[in-house]
Nanobody, 113 residues
Framework: VQLQESGPGLVKPSQTLSLTCTVSGGSITTNTCGWIRQPPGKGLEWMGAVDASGNTYYSPSLKSRTSISRDTSKNQFTLQLSSVTPEDTAVYYC????????WGQGTQVTVSS
């Protein structure tokens, strides 16, 4: 199973960050998938997930700004984070739960004007 994040590396403050995770070798409709991020110099932060049935779960601290959706025809899932600030600068990782956890390589997103 391979996961690949894609999206802009630079987002302006107050805009919406949008990232897509493309999964190959495994279906997004059979396993829980989600997003985690790591700000510079800080630990991993769980952002949210979508389960096999399409139910979504979000971190309480990010819930008001986060949306995760799926495109099952493309085997992709997308993260949207609205009203970003420089504090949202981080490496963003997508993941898929299986017998273990499969990770994408991560993508750097910088929030700056």
């Amino acid at each position: 199973v391979q996961l690949q994040e894609s999206g802009p590396g630079l987002v302006k403050p107050s805009q919406t960050l949008s990232l897509t995770c493309t999964v190959s070798g495994g279906s997004i409709t059979t396993n829980t998938c989600g997003w985690i991020r790591q700000p510079p110099g800080k630990g991993l932060e769980w952002m949210g997930a979508v389960d096999a049935s399409g139910n979504t779960y979000y971190s309480p601290s990010l819930k008001s700004r986060t949306s995760i959706s799926r495109d099952t025809s493309k085997n992709q899932f997308t993260l949207q984070l609205s009203s970003v600030t420089p504090e949202d600068t981080a490496v963003y990782y997508c993941w898929r739960a299986a017998s273990g956890i499969h990770w994408g390589q991560g993508t750097q997103v910088t929030v700056s004007s």
